[in-house]
């Protein structure tokens, strides 16, 4: 079967950092992604990787290691705004998206 | 503005309605997806279209069905709504060439409460 794994939910600081794990099974791989889904919204796109490595857009980055079936997302300097659940979603070899259960990140001042 | 809609935003109806949740994205994508999310849980795939015409079922058809007779729209139908139906539901669109991989786009939702 597939399967996405994922921390149930996460505590950090304001300023500080925090890295979301994200292991994953699926029948083939084209491309990972990950999402921001403030409580009560839908969710949007923050990072999409498809070769190993890390992609960096301002405070957030994104890591793939496709051999480990792995990602992380890395949040910098925490802001409160920040608190929200962290969707991970691998594109299989349907071109189907596969969703993780997220993982519910709280920042705390 | 290039953009995907959902209405209504809130609806509550009582057991043993038909209703329908109407999607419509102004993008030009050709897939389009509904999930259902309850609070804190995680999405659900219930319908998705490769586009008009199409229409496939996913891991969670809930009674529900699905139209696609043009690339912008794609309603989703209760025939006969009940409590479990209650929930959030999710319109999302894709476009395989997109710069950003083809990830999906969503919608505001729609939060349905079924009495």
């Known amino acids: 079967g597939q399967n996405i794994d994922q921390p149930t939910e996460m505590t950090a600081t304001e300023g500080a950092i925090v890295q979301i794990n994200c292991t994953y099974q699926?029948?083939?791989?084209?491309?990972l992604f990950w999402y921001q889904q403030h409580a009560g919204e839908a969710p949007t796109f923050l990072s999409y990787?498809?070769l190993d490595g890390l992609e960096e857009k301002g405070r957030f980055s994104s890591f793939l290691s496709r051999s480990k079936g792995y990602s992380y997302l890395l949040l910098k300097e925490l802001q409160m705004k920040d608190s929200a659940s962290y969707l991970c979603?691998?594109?299989?070899?349907?071109?189907?998206?596969?969703w993780g259960a997220g993982t519910k990140l709280i920042i705390k001042p | 503005e290039a953009d995907i809609y959902q209405t209504p935003r809130y609806l509550v109806i009582g057991t043993g309605k038909k209703i329908t949740l109407e999607c419509s994205q102004t993008?030009?994508?050709?897939?389009m997806y509904w999930y259902q999310q309850d609070p804190g849980m995680e999405l659900h795939l219930i319908h998705y279209?490769?586009?008009?015409?199409?229409?496939e079922k996913g891991d969670l058809s809930s009674e529900s069905t699905v139209s696609r007779i043009r690339t912008e729209h794609f309603p989703l139908t209760l025939e006969s709504a009940r409590p479990s139906h209650t929930s959030q539901y999710l319109c999302?669109?894709?476009?395989?060439?997109?710069?950003?991989?083809?990830?999906?786009?969503f919608g505001p939702g729609t939060r349905l409460t079924v009495t």
């Open positions: 999302a669109s894709s476009d395989f060439s997109d710069s950003q991989g083809g990830g999906q786009y």
């Open positions: 993008m030009g994508h050709d897939k």
């Open positions: 279209s490769y586009g008009v015409n199409s229409t």
């Open positions: 699926t029948s083939g791989f084209n491309g």
């Open positions: 990787n498809v």
């Open positions: 979603a691998v594109k299989d070899s349907n071109y189907q998206l596969i």
